[in-house]
Each structure stands twice: as C-alpha cells, then as structure tokens.
C-alpha cells in the first residue's frame, strides 16, 4: 500500500523542471524528457548525435520505494519507464560544476548517471561488479502491445 500511494503521489502531483531546463539551455549539449524510458529516449540522442554512451547502474538515483523491489524489477522501471517531466540531458564534463550550481537553484537533483563515448561502441549498462545489464525495451507509441 505505501509503494501505491508513492507512486500515485507522484503521478498526481508531477513537478516540471522548467528552471532545470532553462538553466541548461547554454550548458548541455543534448536535453529531453525521459517520456518513452530513459533507454529509449538516450538512444534518441545518442542516434542523432553520432555517439553512444555507458551508464552505471548504482549511479541511477533511486527512491526509498524503489529500492525496497527487486532490482531486476527496478531496472526494468528506471531503464524502460517514462517520466515526462524528469529530463535527460548530457554536458561537458568540463561543465559539472556549473551543472550542479544550476540545479540547486533550481532546486532540482541530478545525478551524472554515465558518460558518452565514441560512436561504433554499443550502449551498455555496466552494474556495480562490471557486469552488463539488459537494456530492456522503451514505450513505443506505434508498435503492438508488449513490443
């Protein structure tokens, strides 16, 4: 009943990041909302950018609820579930400071969750013993149910 009413709390009461975003505008060199699944909206960008990416997997943020899951379960939401008002964005590493003062005062938390790399290397998801995690699939608007 509690993980219920946490996420229910959270659907009812969605908090744009519109300060975040404004923030970044000359700061990060890609931004999206994570409506289609983190997965599937990084490879969005990373298609359109030329590049790929690895990600660790004990850097994603996670909620007292979430954590009380399974992890494969917790995976599966954090890697291929939507959230349209937490974005995505990736900067210069150059720029993390600036990154981190812009978020506080936008009252926002960000967590660097990974780091782009050149194009050709598949993206992968690296947990906390170097083992690679199943991307799993994004949300697709047009494609048959379960795809």
């Known amino acids: 009943?509690?993980?219920?009413?946490y996420f229910r709390s959270r659907m009812d009461l969605p908090e744009p990041r519109v300060a975040l975003g404004r923030g970044?505008?000359?700061?990060?060199?890609?931004?999206?909302?994570?409506?289609?699944?983190?997965?599937?909206?990084?490879?969005?960008?990373l298609e359109r950018?030329?590049?790929s990416a690895r990600l660790f997997w004990p850097a994603f943020p996670?909620?007292?609820?979430m954590k009380l899951l399974p992890e494969a379960i917790q995976q599966?939401?954090?890697?291929?579930g939507g959230d349209d008002y937490e974005l995505l964005f990736t900067a210069p590493s150059h720029c993390r400071g600036e990154v981190e003062r812009?978020?506080?005062?936008a009252g926002t938390r960000v967590s660097r969750i990974g780091e782009i790399v050149p194009a050709g290397d598949?993206?992968?998801?690296?947990d906390a013993?170097?083992?690679e995690v199943a991307c799993g699939a994004s949300f697709n608007h047009f494609g048959e149910a379960g795809s």
């Open 122 to 126: 598949p993206l992968k998801i690296i």
């Open 102 to 105: 812009i978020a506080e005062r």
């Open 62 to 65: 996670k909620s007292d609820a």
């Open 1 to 5: 009943e509690p993980l219920f009413g």
């Open 24 to 45: 970044l505008l000359n700061v990060a060199t890609a931004c999206c909302d994570i409506s289609d699944g983190l997965v599937g909206d990084l490879k969005h960008i």
């Open 49 to 51: 950018s030329g590049v």
């Open 129 to 131: 013993n170097g083992a």
């Open 76 to 80: 599966r939401c954090i890697l291929s």
